[in-house]
């Protein structure tokens, strides 16, 4: 690559994610929007007019993203997109992400549809870029020289699973994980959670989600196999995860409480955790991604935190936050963590993934 | 006891706790409020006067108490009280009971204080009325006819310590708890939670509350032993309890993701525990006491509930609700569990528990 | 009418306003439950299912509605019914509530339709039940022996027009009346507000709102003329309202900020106006109504009061409260007045129209 | 000015407002924090440690301020510093800020002890630095050679006054201007305003609020007179204001329902005002202040806007924002103004005060 940035596209970009990419991609060094697109009710409108009313950030629309012309989408309208990321519903996000990738282009999706695919890496972009060693395999299949699909997790999931990774590479495999998360609205979208079931209120239950932290924990912490061409998900031996979900009444900020028990014994201390998610580094890092933050996993030492209202900024919301390590009763050691869902739970994870796949080589 | 009701006392009358013991006992079929006991502050003032600006019901003062006096805490001013109902702070709650009941006074107290204490039993209405047993002894010990204190537990213990119970009575002995609770400010008293602290916000730590519920669990769940004079906590076999306590933006009613699993092996089911939760029946019942619900434990169909706003009135806040019970890939069974923490959860369990005693005899 | 309750029909069942009528009329002394009529998806299941994941209400659904079958809403279902509510939307209302007054039927309509036609009063019960007086009209000019159509009015009007109502009966007709509101999300039924739009946060905005009050104002306080034919808007001299909406993060209950001018001055002092609101007495009790408030509006000493939460449930919902009343710099009198939209400001309204047509004899 | 910037300090650097000021001042092109002075227990600590549990902001304490130590607010620890910044609370703001004036320190005060001093000028700094003129007058007056008093005014009366002296630069003056408030939680400090008593609530009450805003836009829209001596009050002819102050469930950011009218008839149209608050600009724009907005007045078209969430942090929360103007059927023209309490409300003003100062020479 020269000095040109690289002309990227958004497909859903009406929507709640879609917005985030646009606020995340609307000054980047490497990237710039050049293709958006959207639903039939959106098409043909400039940015502005289409997003009228749904636009629910706290900045405003970046001004010379305002007149960029809402297209259908359609492949032929990203052709000269090195990098199409998708803010879909799942609903659309399937077949239309299937004729992107099969049109050649490459597909950094946060849509549900291709996670569990056997071709297609699941990555947190903290933990497991190394999954991208599957791209050539995926495009082999597919006889595509330059298309390929790769996903993120879930936003509970990346909350989640960067400490659990960090714990993995400083203590070895896990054995059990319980999980109860307190999910913050946005993660429903807009309109999304009616405000007469959330005031004043928690709703136990999250169609779908608990299902998603459960499998996609798994994925995401194998590794790859048979010269990079399967995922291994250790059907033997697997990692026992357990999720509690719920939604409350918090704007963003997913928040959850993780206890875990460790193969090996004894477990560490709760200094040793601490010291170990402190000291965790991640591939994103270590290639000096721009949107990778400073430091993966920030530690709190404050009896209680983190916190989402006060915590979820900080680093731009690409890092996760922990604190309260202490010792389990019943596993062996618990801890509190918050992830940002709207940023690393979900736009960030796809820019940063393209981030990491363009110092790989894999936009060239 | 005649036709004529007994007069009860309420020390921290003016408090949060101590305005819902009004409510509850203002127009109650076997008591009637003869004494209201506050700070010094208070004192000397009708009670109307007196929580001018602190009353934060949502139905007024009962017209009959807005003129009551307000003693000080001194047993002098509550001789002809047959109950002593305290909603105490942990602070004076602990010599001013120890007082009333040197003087012969039974009080029934909301207080933390004496929960730990070798004599006194700590009693959720709904689960283990027979520790009133004890009470013999504790008067023995300290040489007294009539005098006793009689506790009840913290509200997010009472809120699943029920669920627990009906387990154990169909089941056997439980082996591990993990307990996640999502608690409402009305807990922390007024002004207790800041609203910066809670707005758009999460704050993953209740002081001392994790262990509460650890520790009360047990002597809970436990018996009397040595012919009745001593709790029996099964200290070579405990059961292994481990809490995570986060407040949260909600009014009343404190929600609790729970799993369990059991000694006796294979564990039940999903329905198995469902329908036991149903069956459950607790002394309270079948004593027919006033304030006990008809129902100890609702089971909810709906894959959403329990939900705080929904569901905390129901059997006005004097049952327990469960729902979402499920197989946990960590332990057994994984559920949901609501109590109203300030009516079963503080102020009923003290009035429930002075309905039982009185039928047991121990107010006469 | 003999012993027998009068059989009603519910129109819109299912919606917000509909489960507020099943609630208020499930143990009514003069009326009872006998038809349910919803959208197409509902039809023909029992009351429960159909309304299976949008009851939002804090008390179960009685027991004996759960079964009744929803039906379609033409007036053939409806026949045995001596009333019929309509909780629709605006949408359907206009020809359902037609149809059904061409089929004979009467119906008390919460709806916004019939509001401002010629025949139909406009009636919040508390105010001007006299403008019943005109039914006859309507019934002759479109040639109908029972059946008409009584409205009432939109929530934040009713709010506000109680206390202007009791003003002009003591101090003679207003010049100008400013209203700003902070209106609950119920007001917008269900799902209604986003959570995302209201969570820390107000939408100084609420469609058609302001129009409404500052329209309906002048037909409700105006009178009828033409020997009960029509109604008085007072065109050539009409009170001046000014009405600013917003839409604030509370269930229930409409708060207003009003500032009132006196056509006749001097203005009467706040003292008065106090003592003019506490007086005041409407027809609806002086009949005694069954859901009738003891005290039309409640005017609250404490400076700091009426509030939303605490204060929305008074008299089950169905009086008006008032507080802080003061002078004003700009106008004469300020004071802030607070309706419970659900209860007086939706069903009790349409409920108490009812009573007050029975005893009236406009239902026989 | 050479290069090196001015030192300044900061009274009540622990509080709410203090911490604004931190975050403010931390990386100013033209102040350097050097002394940080707060309440007897904490002086003595490093500021880390002193404002520990309390810091409530979204991001963290600036590395740099973390191991200043926070001294007694005596001035003797305040001599280097060019400006002393006030957050006091108003019990200790009178003595503190008048001993420090007094050892020839200027005070710039978001305390309101002085606003109504005949010596002091109250000043919003979009609106009337050209009131620092009295600023020798208040020096001689009291025989000091450097030392003064310059005060912000209240959050909520910023909020509005800004967009009345657009209207009365373009239209001349007005007559009559009602006011309605939903201000924010955090104008309360910390922990300030109980949660108990906001979620699904509005306390229509602020103690002393309504009275500031009447009486502080007088002063502030008021000229100089006499020489530059005394304030012009406008005694005989006074603009009259009204204000109904709400506390609501939000975070940050007053908004407020505006009604006025103008001496000058006819009124301007909406248009003309839209026109008329879109073109103000104010002296610390045209001097080219650091933290002054680029846009005074932001005019929000969408009908529902501006909202307190989406808005407030819009130019760094420095500006006003306005919307929904509307011809008023009582007053002359009615609109939306939203102002961040804690930015421009409240820290921003001050600081911005003291830039302005710099520019025409009253720090050297």
Redesign the interface.
């Known amino acids: 690559m020269g000095n040109a940035k690289i002309k990227v596209g958004i497909l859903g970009a009406t929507g709640t994610v879609g917005q985030r990419f646009i606020l995340q991609l609307s000054c980047h060094p490497e990237f710039e929007i050049a293709a958006l697109g959207a639903s039939a009710s959106s098409v043909g409108k400039p940015y502005k007019e289409a997003v009228?009313?749904r636009w629910?950030?706290?900045?405003?629309i970046p001004a010379h993203v305002c007149d960029i012309p809402v297209n259908e989408c359609e492949p032929e309208f990203f052709k000269e997109c090195g990098v199409v990321f998708s803010g879909l519903d799942s609903k659309p996000a399937g077949p239309v992400e299937a004729a992107f990738r099969e049109a050649n282009l490459r597909v950094f999706s946060n849509a549900k549809n291709y996670r569990r695919d056997s071709l297609c890496p699941l990555i947190v972009p903290l933990v497991n870029t190394d999954h991208m060693d599957i791209v050539p395999h995926q495009q082999k299949q597919l006889s595509l020289d330059r298309g390929y699909i790769i996903t993120n997790a879930n936003c509970s999931t990346t909350g989640i699973v960067v400490a659990l990774k960090a714990l993995e590479v400083a203590f070895g495999p896990l054995d059990?994980?319980?999980v109860?998360t307190?999910q913050a609205?946005?993660g429903s979208g807009?309109?999304?959670?009616?405000?007469?079931?959330?005031?004043?209120?928690?709703?136990?239950?999250i169609d779908g989600e608990e299902d998603k932290i459960?499998w996609e924990t798994s994925k995401i912490l194998g590794g790859l196999k048979d010269n990079n061409t399967a995922f291994d998900l250790h059907a033997d031996s697997p990692l026992?995860?357990?999720a509690?979900c719920?939604r409350?009444?918090?704007?963003d900020g997913h928040?959850a409480?993780v206890?875990v028990s460790f193969k090996q014994q004894p477990a560490p201390s709760p200094e040793q955790v601490a010291d170990a998610l402190r000291k965790y580094q991640c591939e994103a890092q270590t290639l000096q991604c721009h949107s990778a933050p400073k430091q993966a996993i920030t530690v709190h030492e404050?009896?209680?935190?983190?916190?989402?209202?006060?915590d979820?900024?900080?680093q731009n919301g690409a890092g996760v936050n922990v604190?309260?390590i202490r010792k389990?009763?019943?596993?062996d050691i618990?801890f509190?963590s918050l992830v940002n869902n709207v940023m690393l739970g979900a736009a960030t994870s796809s820019v940063l993934n393209a981030e990491v796949a363009l110092k790989k080589g894999l936009l060239s």
């Open positions: 009228s009313g629910k950030q706290a900045q405003p059990q994980v319980m109860q307190m609205i946005s807009y309109p999304g959670v009616s405000s007469l079931d959330i005031l004043d209120n928690i709703v136990p239950f459960e026992k995860v357990s509690q719920n409350v009444s918090v704007i928040l409480c206890s404050e009896s209680d935190r983190p916190q989402p209202r006060l979820r900024e900080w604190g309260r389990c009763p019943v596993l618990k509190v």
